[in-house]
């Protein structure tokens, strides 16, 4: 039972480049949610699905898109890397039946 | 629009000491509060919600609406505690929270 799961751990990108996150889960969560996290602005939620088939937007979705084709994993896409999108990205899941969020271990990108 | 502040970036302490982390939040309805922490190398993970109204670590939250905060709480601080620790409102949404800025507390020898 790996729980949640993110691919890669790290990565570097020149500005321009795609690259897609991959979030995997074994928990039979619901809903998941991937989180960007920066120095003083906290956890920010970019896109969030409440099952699968289906996504929305959070609070910084712009220049990012999701898709959650399979319920046990939810793919965050970067069309064209830019250095604001420098930060470390969290994957949560959550059942729903519970308001727990189990969180992976975090991709940390770089864009240069 | 809802909104979760926490005023303290950085909290120091010293083992033994009582430590207090504040957050407060805006929000029109009932909402529910977490605090969520992330020790070092480690994933995020929920510390407590308040609706359990349960002490975890020896920590404690309680939320007082009329001051609209839910402060984090230990009498005795201990060298493990240093952590990052954020607070989150389950509002509007019932699918999402709303994150903190977060608060690093350091608890010295």
């Known amino acids: 039972n790996a729980g949640v799961t993110q691919t890669p751990k790290f990565r570097v990108l020149k500005t321009g480049q795609s690259m897609t996150l991959l979030c995997a889960q074994d928990m039979n969560h619901e809903y998941m949610y991937w989180y960007r996290q920066d120095p003083g602005m906290g956890l920010r939620l970019i896109h969030y699905?409440?099952?699968?088939?289906?996504?929305a937007k959070g609070e910084v979705p712009d220049g990012y898109n999701v898709s959650r084709l399979k319920k046990q994993n939810f793919l965050l896409g970067l069309e064209s890397a830019a250095p604001s999108q420098t930060s470390v990205y969290f994957c949560?899941?959550?059942?729903?039946?519970?308001?727990?969020?189990?969180f992976g271990p975090g991709t940390r990108l770089t864009v240069l | 629009a809802q909104r979760v502040t926490q005023p303290e970036k950085l909290l120091s302490v010293f083992k033994g000491a009582p430590v207090e982390l504040k957050c407060n939040y805006s929000y029109s309805g009932s909402p529910e509060l977490f605090w969520y922490v992330q020790y070092s190398r480690q994933r995020l993970q929920l510390l407590l919600r308040?609706?359990s109204r349960e002490s975890i670590k020896g920590f404690t939250a309680d939320l007082n609406k009329g001051e609209t905060s839910f402060h984090l709480k230990k009498p005795f601080a201990q060298e493990e505690d240093s952590a990052m620790y954020y607070c989150a409102l389950k509002g509007t949404s019932g699918s999402r929270l709303t994150f903190g800025e977060g608060t690093q507390l350091t608890v010295n020898p």
């Open positions: 949560a899941g959550r059942g729903g039946g519970t308001d727990t969020q189990y």
């Open positions: 308040h609706i």
């Open positions: 699905s409440v099952g699968e088939g289906t996504t």
